[in-house]
T-cell receptor, first 112, second 112 residues
Framework: TQLLEQSPQFLSIQEGENLTVYCNSS?????LQWYRQEPGEGPVLLVT?????EVKKLKRLTFQFGDARKDSSLHITAAQPGDTGLYLC????????????FGSGTRLQVQP | DTAVSQTPKYLVTQMGNDKSIKCEQN?????MYWYKQDSKKFLKIMFS???????INETVPNRFSPKSPDKAHLNLHINSLELGDSAVYFC???????????FGDGTRLSIL
């Protein structure tokens, strides 16, 4: 079992639709990061959330950190083909080793 | 200027051979990492170095040996390559351990 479970694993939607990706765990994280990875490239950081209940917006992307700092969500409004990619959440455990643990990933395809 | 660059981008070799992957970062970061991404896109940390010192060494076979000649470079040498080593290997760096990471574009290793 993964420490960070993402759902859904795959998502194929039409341009203009809204979607939400979830990142869940039973562990508490001191911070959580979201990355997007495109084919043939490395992951690129989108946002870091640190405070329980925190909400951050990046244009049409809204990120939320759960109140208990065990989960996070990414909501995309009016998805565009350019949003296509692999979305990865990564958490830094509150206690224990100081290394990022990556989620299982959500592969998003936005059809024009 | 590429922030984190790793070479080669592709590596195709026979089982049993020894190979090296090089990584350099020009961001002035203190911490560098090696990750392995398998065919299911799961990204798992292998090693982490902070100012040339090894700080994280996951359960990786000792055929894998990282070397950090200075804080801007982290190389990965792999002895006696096996079929299961086929994957994409990513180098990354961050200001300090656990902070948001900048990734290279990956080295796709294929074992014949």
């Amino acid at each position: 079992t993964q420490l960070l479970e993402q759902s859904p694993q795959f998502l194929s939607i039409q341009e203009g639709e809204n979607l939400t990706v979830y990142c869940n765990s039973s562990s508490v994280f001191s911070s959580l990061q979201w990355y997007r990875q495109e084919p043939g490239e490395g992951p690129v950081l989108l946002v870091t959330v640190v405070t329980g209940g925190e909400v951050k917006k990046l244009k049409r992307l809204t990120f939320q950190f759960g109140d208990a700092r065990k989960d996070s969500s990414l909501h995309i409004t009016a998805a565009q083909p350019g949003d296509t990619g692999l979305y990865l959440c990564a958490g830094l455990l509150y206690t224990g080793r100081r290394a990022l643990t990556f989620g299982s990933g959500t592969r998003l395809q936005v059809q024009p | 200027d590429t922030a984190v660059s790793q070479t080669p981008k592709y590596l195709v070799t026979q089982m049993g051979n020894d190979k090296s992957i090089k990584c350099e970062q020009n961001l002035g970061h203190d911490t560098m990492y090696w990750y392995k991404q398998d065919s299911k896109k799961f990204l798992k940390i292998m090693f982490s170095y902070n100012n040339k010192e090894l700080i994280i060494n996951e359960t990786v076979p000792n055929r894998f040996s990282p070397k950090s000649p200075d804080k801007a470079h982290l190389n990965l040498h792999i002895n006696s390559l096996e079929l299961g080593d086929s994957a994409v290997y990513f180098c990354a760096s961050s200001q300090t351990n656990g902070q948001p990471q900048h990734f290279g574009d990956g080295t796709r290793l294929s074992i014949l």
